[in-house]
């Protein structure tokens, strides 16, 4: 049969117009609201190593001075997702904000502490009763920190009223602590290692660990309308997540790193990153919240955690 230069490409065509064509999309642009704290690395180990790119993320991690101040950036647009403590998320909801827990970012437990109540250098601290008319540093007034260590002192016999309670942020804090501007310190890592390896205090108590030995410390939030409409980003930003912090965990050399290139410095404990949020991680949070009548609405955990 003759086949003619003509009919070669009409026969061409016809296997090349099948072929389905793959769709490009564009990433989507997320910024992200993290404070300086090791329980936030696998944000940006996610973003460095591609985790977040790889499934469509256009990851921007923003740094914010205070955790109080992420609610403010969700609910003005600012920013996408953001880091929360428990405490923040649901004076939030009880102030009549929509923010919803999206995923968890680290627990507190009791075998890999690093949450401790550091005590200034020279300072003669040798019972919790030594604290009263001491002023504490908390990284925001009503934070995760500052809720169990009003929690811890009265587990103690320590009214807290009878200490001075001192916003400060963790960067801050050794130099606080050097200066004597502060007497005690509510300090996570790595500004804990930073704190102890300069001088600065020396570990007094685990005192969260004390409060309870397993509890999610800290997650993402995300306001409930960004929680509604972009339930597949959020699904590939927990996904991310994960693989940082399986990252994390087999090549903790090249994670410390990207610690160091971020915040200047690194953390010598562990920390226990998870996204799991299981059912009762909000309860232990509501009730010393009833205790110290830190809010004035029925609060329903259930509600407030994106599944």
Known sequence: MLVTRRSALKAGAALVLPMPAIAQTAPVKVAIGY?????????????????FAKRGIDADPRRIPIMTNIPAGLMSGDLQIGACTMPVLLQANDGGLDLQ??????????????????????????????LKGKKIGVAGFNSTMDVFLRKWLKMKGVDEKQVTRVEAIFPQMPDLLKSGTIDAATITDPFRTVAVNGGAGTIFAEYAAEVT?????????ATGDYARKNPAILKAFREAIDEANAFGKTNPAETR???????????????????????????????????????????????????
């Open 35 to 51: 404070v300086t704290a090791s329980d936030f690395v696998p944000i940006l180990v996610a973003r460095d190593k591609g985790f």
């Open 101 to 130: 827990l999206v995923s968890g970012a680290a627990r507190a437990l009791k075998e890999t502490s690093k949450i401790g109540l550091i005590v200034r250098a020279g300072l003669k601290i040798e019972k919790p009763e030594d």
């Open 213 to 221: 030995p397993d509890v999610l410390m800290v997650g993402y939030m």
């Open 257 to 307: 790193e990207i610690e160091q290139k971020y915040f200047g410095f690194t953390s010598t404990s562990p920390t226990a990153w998870s996204t799991e949020i299981r059912p009762g991680d909000l309860d232990i949070y509501v009730a010393i919240g009833k205790e110290f009548s830190l809010y004035r609405t029925a609060l329903d955990p259930a509600k407030l955690i994106v599944k």
